[in-house]
Antibody
Framework: QVQLQESGPGLVKPSETLSLTCTVS????????WSWIRQPAGKGLEWIGR???????SYNPSLKSRVTMSVDTSKNQFSLKLTSVTAADTADYYC????????????WGQGTLVTVSS | DIQMTQSPSSLSASVGDRVTITCRAS??????LNWYQQKPGKAPNLLIY??STLSGVPSRFSGSASGTDFTLTISSLQPEDSATYYC?????????FGQGTKVEIK
């Protein structure tokens, strides 16, 4: 049973860079596609982007200019960087695995709250 | 981007009621439609994928499709079904979600 765990600072200052890591256990990060999804408090889900270890990466156009995703196969982790953050980036951030068939999110991390505040 | 429009945004129903949630895609997405259940403080949990395939959830949940309209049905609402439900299209990127339907138990 694959498990995902997000980690990173819970507080980021405005204009700085948000950095999160998702550690995958019980499976290999070299398989599947891996996504980041966020959810502001009391609001809906927003897909941030997806990567595959082949190098294929896709970002949400609404965030594309500020987002970078990468993978570290030696640590079985993948990461998210979001630059120039504002209060609007305050949210729960989830990492998730996307199946290769019908491309549903079948495993999720528990989520980590990132607050943007000075 | 493909827009997913969910309705209603909330509903209140009694235990045993039949509940229906609808999701409409702004363009054809074939059967690339998934449903998730989210309880407060928890990550979303996959309920149904490919419009109608259950993912290890009770059989009171079902999904159906008609063109660009998709439906999640709970045949007999149970107390543990109190949650917010989201549809999501996986036809193309960016992946997009409906705005959610909050289901409350009367």
């Amino acid at each position: 049973q694959v498990q995902l765990q997000e980690s990173g600072p819970g507080l980021v200052k405005p204009s700085e860079t948000l950095s999160l890591t998702c550690t995958v256990s019980g499976g290999s990060v070299s398989d599947y596609h891996w996504s980041w999804i966020r959810q502001p408090a009391g609001k809906g889900l927003e897909w941030i982007g997806r990567l595959y270890t082949s190098g294929t990466i896709s970002y949400n156009p609404s965030l594309k200019s500020r987002v970078t995703m990468s993978v570290d196969t030696s640590k079985n982790q993948f990461s998210l960087k979001l630059t120039s953050v504002t209060a609007a980036d305050t949210a729960d951030y989830y990492c998730a695995r996307e199946s290769t068939s019908f491309r549903y999110f079948d495993s999720w991390g528990q989520g980590t709250l990132v607050t943007v505040s000075s | 981007d493909i827009q997913m429009t969910q309705s209603p945004s909330s509903l209140s129903a009694s235990v045993g009621d039949r509940v229906t949630i609808t999701c409409r895609a702004s363009q054809s997405i074939s059967s690339y439609l998934n449903w998730y259940q989210q309880k407060p403080g928890k990550a979303p949990n996959l309920l149904i994928y490919a419009a109608s395939t259950l993912s290890g959830v009770p059989s009171r949940f079902s999904g159906s499709a008609s063109g660009t309209d998709f439906t999640l049905t709970i045949s007999s609402l149970q107390p543990e079904d109190s949650a917010t439900y989201y549809c999501q299209q996986s036809y193309s990127t960016p992946r997009t979600f409906g705005q959610g339907t909050k289901v409350e138990i009367k």
